[in-house]
């Protein structure tokens, strides 16, 4: 039985006949070849079956990624929003608070022209 040694690919999964021809290069006939061959096979395919499971892994985290930048984006603009409209109440309560100092004073001087009036008379 051939051990469980990798044969570095050029690209993609090689053919039967160049495994073949590797596994004959190393010395390995009959059976060990066939072995070397299928483990050489199967090696491959679990490597491909990785590399599209940690595929899959890296969209679904670029998928999450995406989501949550975006729900960043929406709190943020909710956020402006709220401080604007905040802004915007504060900025009405002060004009009504001035609008209330001027009549307080307008109605005060008011008083004192009454009282002054009535001290006349």
């Known amino acids: 039985m051939a051990s469980a040694t990798c044969i570095p690919t050029l690209v993609g999964i090689p053919s039967v006949q160049v495994l073949k021809e590797l596994g004959e290069q190393m010395g390995l006939k009959g059976i060990e070849l066939r072995d070397f061959i299928k483990e050489q096979q199967e090696m491959e395919r679990e490597e491909k079956m990785n590399q599209r499971e940690y595929e899959k892994e890296q969209r679904e985290y670029e998928t999450k990624q995406r989501e ?5 984006r929406e709190y943020k603009k909710e956020q402006r929003e709220y401080e604007k409209e905040n802004a ?9 608070q001035r609008v209330f100092e001027r009549e307080k004073l307008e109605f005060e001087q008011e008083n004192q022209k009454i009282e002054a009036e009535k001290n006349k008379s």
Do not use: D, S
Not at 68 to 72: A, D, N, R
Not at 88 to 96: F, I
């Open 68 to 72: 949550y930048e975006t729900k960043q």
């Open 88 to 96: 915007k109440l504060a900025a009405e309560e002060q004009v009504k």
